[in-house]
């Protein structure tokens, strides 16, 4: 069983940079994705960026390409999520979440198999 937690949320202004940790208890093994979603208010959660646990490989959502970086510390269990420039539109709950396979679609929420509670971002004008 893994257990994530997130935290490193707040209230910004546009313009600044916030970098998000999310904690993750267990083991984790090397096959794992670790990925990070966002959901704004009446919307669906989508995809961030997600790395591969073992050899580091990163994905990202085109809206966040060149602005937002994941990074992981396998020694502390730690997954990052550094967000530079942020806007008003990325506004939202920003969650970590754990895939144990490593071949499903890292985009795909369904594909995750332990999700984090969920830290709030939000970036006024």
């Known amino acids: 069983q893994v257990q994530l937690v997130e935290s490193g949320g707040g209230l910004v202004q546009a313009g600044v940079s916030l970098t998000l940790s999310c904690a993750a208890s267990g083991r984790i093994f090397s096959s794992y994705t670790m990925g990070w979603f966002r959901q704004a208010p009446g919307k669906e959660r989508e995809f961030v960026t997600a790395?591969?646990?073992?050899?580091?490989?990163?994905y990202y959502a085109d809206f966040v390409k060149g602005r937002f970086t994941t990074s992981r510390d396998t020694a502390k269990n730690l997954v990052y999520l550094l967000m530079n420039s942020l806007k008003p539109e990325d506004t939202a709950v920003y969650y970590c979440a754990a895939e144990e396979d490593g071949s499903r679609r890292v985009s795909a929420p369904s594909a995750y198999d332990y999700w984090g509670q969920g830290t709030q971002v939000t970036v006024s004008s």
């Open positions: 790395i591969r646990w073992g050899r580091g490989n990163t």
